[in-house]
């Protein structure tokens, strides 16, 4: 009976799903007292997690607006101050035209340098972002409820659902006292959605900041209630210019003529897809290809003119693209295949390719697994079945990539939804709760 009574509080208060509820009798952990006192509070408290949701997407914070981002580091400022954390603002130079990020701490002295209070429990690095893709230029959506367990809204879900997620789990985890040993850090970037270059800058202080840290609890969005990342891909670019000889068409796969950039260009990228396409995790996105008998191409604008007589043979072209992968190994050796197909030139034609460092990745390490651990144990506790890891090659890259070389890390600890990035983004509000409860006895247990 007792058990029973501790599985019906765990699922109260998010809609019981029929995929959690299902699973309840498989529960092999029970709840303490303790536990059990975070679950009731999340529960009483869900109308105000509503209201903080309302109130931060009701204002505009895409990435370079600057003061709505502002508002919004202010809004969690005030939040994070309720559970008695202590937050202060890192600001961008002026150059990076980026409003800057917000950090909260608790048994940190000085969150970047000094060192936390002695702890059995692991020091935690919990990341969100403040901005989200819609500029204030594009059409208002502001938050709106569909039906009883769906709502709209600019950033909804990514991320501020995930920000919410993070904020209210620690205010029940204050609530019961259950924080005054803890040492946790907050990072919410202010330009997640593009950061600010060069990175060295943007995110040097949050890489920094982590290092004093063991383990990264990352609040973007869920992909299924019993499913983390544990691995996210990361994202580089790279430039391919052709040069080749012009003239006549007539001439065209002459020894003379030889076969012009156009068809030079084809042959590099078809190349990278017969060669790289089936390797597992790998992908690779030509973005721009632009060629003729005379060519313009602006790289700062990503945009470019093209003038083309198909009697001429085409003297150059240019082709941007991305470059994801799991690991750094997997990104070197891809870089290492394309070049040696570049360098394999047609006749009369000559290619060379850059690439560019981007985002790295987050690889699946045995700490990572070790989190989820956790995670899954949190999980069964509350009736709702184990944890897995979900596949990385359903995520691009995100901020905890920056620091997944230095901490154990999970991701996809945020909210539920559709959408994400396009107009009429949703979030599912049934499942609040849970993901709430989730995160809360996650970063409890760990911090313990």
Same mark, same amino acid.
């Given at each position: 009976?007792?058990?029973?009574?501790?599985?019906? !509080?765990?699922?109260?208060?998010?809609?019981?799903?029929?995929?959690?509820?299902?699973?309840?009798?498989?529960?092999? #952990?029970?709840?303490?007292?303790?536990?059990?006192?975070?679950?009731?509070?999340?529960?009483?408290?869900?109308?105000?997690?509503?209201?903080?949701?309302?109130?931060?997407?009701?204002?505009?914070?895409?990435?370079?607006?600057?003061? %709505? #981002?502002?508002?919004?580091?202010?809004?969690?400022?005030?939040?994070?101050?309720?559970?008695?954390?202590?937050?202060?603002?890192?600001?961008?130079?002026?150059? @990076?035209?980026?409003?800057?990020?917000? #950090?909260?701490?608790?048994?940190?002295?000085?969150?970047?340098?000094?060192?936390?209070?002695?702890?059995?429990?692991? =020091?935690?690095?919990?990341? *969100?972002?403040?901005?989200?893709?819609?500029?204030?230029?594009?059409?208002?959506?502001?938050?709106?409820? @569909?039906?009883?367990?769906?709502?709209?809204?600019?950033? #909804?879900?990514?991320?501020?659902?995930?920000?919410?997620?993070?904020?209210?789990?620690?205010?029940?985890?204050?609530?019961? %006292?259950?924080?005054?040993?803890?040492?946790?850090?907050?990072?919410?970037?202010?330009?997640?959605?593009?950061? %600010?270059?060069?990175?060295?800058?943007?995110? %040097?202080?949050?890489?920094?900041?982590?290092?004093?840290?063991?383990?990264?609890?990352?609040?973007?969005?869920?992909?299924? @209630?019993?499913?983390?990342?544990?691995?996210?891909? *990361?994202?580089?670019?790279?430039?391919?210019?052709?040069?080749?000889?012009?003239?006549?068409?007539?001439?065209?796969?002459?020894?003379?003529?030889?076969?012009?950039?156009?068809?030079?260009?084809?042959?590099?990228?078809?190349?990278?897809?017969?060669?790289?396409?089936?390797?597992?995790?790998?992908?690779?996105?030509?973005?721009?290809?632009?060629?003729?008998?005379?060519?313009?191409?602006?790289?700062? =604008?990503?945009?470019?003119?093209?003038?083309?007589?198909?009697?001429?043979?085409?003297?150059?072209?240019?082709?941007? *693209?991305?470059?994801?992968?799991?690991?750094?190994?997997?990104?070197?050796?891809?870089?290492?295949?394309?070049?040696?197909?570049?360098?394999?030139?047609?006749?009369?034609?000559?290619?060379?390719?850059?690439?560019?460092?981007?985002?790295?990745?987050?690889?699946?390490?045995?700490?990572?697994?070790?989190? @989820?651990?956790?995670?899954?144990?949190?999980?069964?506790?509350?009736?709702?079945?184990?944890?897995?890891?979900?596949?990385?090659?359903?995520?691009?890259?995100?901020?905890?990539?920056?620091?997944?070389?230095?901490?154990?890390?999970?991701?996809?600890?945020?909210?539920?939804?559709?959408?994400?990035?396009?107009?009429?983004?949703?979030?599912?509000?049934?499942?609040?709760?849970?993901?709430?409860?989730?995160?809360?006895?996650? !970063?409890?247990?760990?911090?313990?």
């Amino acid at each position: 009976m007792k058990k029973i009574i501790l599985i019906t !509080i765990a699922i109260i208060g998010f809609g019981s799903p029929q995929s959690l509820t299902a699973q309840t009798t498989k529960a092999t #952990v029970t709840l303490n007292k303790e536990e059990q006192k975070i679950m009731a509070y999340i529960d009483a408290n869900m109308p105000r997690a509503i209201a903080l949701l309302k109130e931060s997407v009701d204002i505009n914070s895409g990435t370079l607006n600057i003061e %709505g #981002v502002k508002k919004v580091g202010a809004i969690f400022a005030r939040e994070f101050e309720k559970a008695n954390f202590k937050t202060k603002w890192i600001p961008m130079p002026d150059s @990076l035209r980026r409003a800057g990020h917000l #950090v909260a701490s608790i048994g940190f002295k000085n969150s970047a340098t000094a060192n936390a209070k002695t702890n059995k429990g692991k =020091k935690l690095f919990l990341i *969100g972002h403040l901005d989200t893709v819609f500029e204030p230029d594009m059409p208002a959506n502001p938050f709106t409820m @569909l039906n009883d367990s769906t709502a709209t809204g600019q950033g #909804v879900t990514d991320m501020k659902g995930g920000d919410v997620i993070m904020i209210i789990a620690l205010q029940a985890l204050q609530a019961q %006292g259950l924080l005054n040993d803890a040492n946790i850090i907050a990072y919410l970037t202010g330009d997640e959605e593009h950061a %600010g270059n060069p990175r060295e800058v943007s995110r %040097g202080d949050f890489i920094e900041t982590a290092k004093q840290t063991e383990i990264a609890l990352a609040f973007e969005g869920a992909n299924g @209630l019993n499913s983390v990342a544990t691995a996210r891909r *990361g994202a580089s670019g790279w430039l391919l210019n052709v040069k080749a000889k012009t003239g006549h068409s007539s001439g065209v796969f002459t020894p003379y003529a030889g076969y012009g950039a156009i068809y030079e260009a084809a042959r590099i990228v078809n190349e990278f897809r017969v060669q790289l396409s089936t390797e597992k995790y790998l992908t690779f996105n030509p973005g721009v290809f632009i060629g003729g008998s005379e060519m313009n191409y602006d790289e700062t =604008k990503a945009t470019g003119t093209a003038i083309g007589k198909t009697n001429i043979i085409s003297p150059a072209v240019t082709v941007t *693209g991305d470059l994801r992968f799991l690991t750094e190994e997997q990104k070197l050796n891809a870089r290492k295949k394309m070049q040696a197909i570049v360098d394999n030139s047609l006749p009369g034609t000559k290619a060379s390719i850059q690439f560019e460092d981007g985002i790295p990745s987050m690889a699946p390490t045995e700490g990572n697994d070790k989190v @989820l651990e956790v995670i899954s144990g949190v999980t069964q506790a509350m009736g709702a079945g184990p944890t897995v890891a979900g596949d990385p090659g359903s995520r691009g890259a995100g901020d905890i990539s920056y620091i997944a070389a230095y901490v154990d890390c999970i991701d996809g600890l945020g909210a539920s939804g559709k959408g994400s990035h396009a107009p009429g983004e949703t979030i599912n509000l049934n499942e609040l709760p849970y993901l709430i409860k989730r995160a809360a006895l996650t !970063i409890y247990r760990l911090s313990r």
